[in-house]
């Protein structure tokens, strides 16, 4: 019973809305660059998915609670240093604890500070809500990037290296696919998985072209 | 070492910040819907990555790197360029109206494009000289308004001939023809050979 009114919530909605229907990465098309660069492998996915959620729903709690001392004009500038702090903490968190994935991410860590998903929820929400609601609106947009990664990085990781986690699982006789942990295959593996969220989200197609 | 001009050839060709290393990719789509607005784009990049890429490589050689202050590293680049694109585009406005009139629009969406923090990232990393951070720097803009602009021409013809999946339209087409793209960018490989 409870569980059922939950889902006419306020804040059931705003947390749902992110993580499905408005999936950051297909439907905003936000963050996009980091999302093809480190899905080739599976512990780099959820180290830098993970990274991204800590930002993104801290950073947009912190906005909201600042939001009525922040003016207008300078809320940009604003935006970029409380991100770029979190980013400092995540990236010297790997570089102590995790030494090679943080060698592998390489700058892409440093490049959260641009992750589009960051400011986007900043600006779109967190400026003009409450400090629950923006935390709610951050984890689900950023978990919705987080598991956008994950199936990327699942199918990568077994065609391009016939491994998961560093595991073997496909037969030796099975012949890895290079080029889909590359670049190119990684605009392919992201153009097929838009195609088919849009469809089974039933999404309005963008205009011609 | 490698000599700055090999940099720069790998960094336009063999190593496309878009295609080769995905960073940049949001402005990329967005901005290749025309050619000319595309062609702007890329001016623009070129030029404010000539500036902050060996700015920001000074202040992180002479300012953080003696006083052990690395960590601040990505604090102190995204500040330098936010005030920097900002002071170009008052710069440009009050000395070149007339250029910007026709690309200053671009320039306060230069700030959260990624190529720009990228390229400090990727020098503090390789830890380049001078130079090389020069040439670096103007390369990558080339080849990120290389890249968006043959988009972008790809993109105008495809809106005449227009048969695309209705699902697969806008930024999934974009996606295909960037692969496409970068799959023909792997005939440079073999070129020149950095890291």
């Known amino acids: ?209 | 070492m490698l000599h700055p001009l090999i940099i720069l050839v790998a960094a336009v060709f063999t190593h496309n910040i878009a295609l080769s290393y995905l960073i940049g990719m949001c402005p990329m789509l967005a901005m290749s819907r025309r050619v000319d607005t595309a062609a702007g784009m890329g001016v623009a990049v070129t030029f404010v990555l000539a500036l902050i890429g060996p700015l920001n490589w000074a202040i992180y050689r002479l300012v953080l790197v003696p006083t052990h202050s690395e960590v601040m590293a990505f604090l102190v680049f995204i500040i330098v360029i936010a005030s920097a694109v900002q002071l170009v585009e008052m710069l440009m406005g009050r000395f070149f109206p007339a250029l910007h009139s026709s690309f200053g629009v671009f320039l306060p969406l230069i700030t959260v494009n990624c190529a720009i923090l990228a390229v400090s990232l990727f020098v503090m990393l390789r830890e380049y000289n001078l130079w090389q951070t020069v040439t670096f720097s103007i390369g990558t803009g080339i080849g990120w308004g290389l890249a968006t602009t043959i988009i972008a021409g790809i993109r105008e013809r495809l809106q005449l001939v227009g048969d695309v999946p209705a699902d697969l339209r806008g930024a999934g087409i974009t996606m295909v023809i960037a692969g496409i793209l970068a799959l023909a960018f792997i005939g440079f490989s073999g070129m020149v050979a950095i890291q």
């Open chain 1, 1 to 209: 019973m409870n569980l059922r009114k939950l889902a006419y919530t306020r804040p059931w909605r705003v947390f749902i809305a992110g993580f499905f229907k408005e999936n950051a990465v297909t439907y905003q098309l936000l963050g996009l660059c980091s999302t093809l660069a480190v899905s080739n492998k599976l512990e780099n996915a959820i180290a830098m998915g993970l990274g991204v959620v800590f930002v993104v729903t801290i950073s947009s709690a912190l906005i909201s609670v600042l939001r009525r001392w922040i003016p207008g004009q300078y809320r940009m500038i604003t935006y970029m240093i409380v991100t770029s702090t979190f980013v400092i903490i995540v990236d010297q968190f790997l570089k102590a604890n995790f030494p090679l994935i943080s060698a592998q991410l390489g700058p892409y860590v440093g490049l959260i500070i641009t992750n589009c998903i960051v400011m986007g929820r900043q600006e779109a929400f967190a400026i003009k809500n409450g400090v629950g609601l923006s935390l709610l609106d951050g984890l689900g947009s950023s978990l919705s990037y987080f598991y956008t990664l994950l199936i990327l990085a699942f199918i990568r990781e077994i065609l391009g290296f016939g491994t998961l986690l560093g595991a073997r699982v496909t037969p030796e006789s099975f012949p890895v696919w290079v080029v889909i942990t590359m670049a190119q295959g990684a605009w392919f593996m992201l153009a097929i998985f838009y195609w088919v969220f849009r469809r089974a989200a039933k999404l309005q197609p963008a205009e011609q072209g």
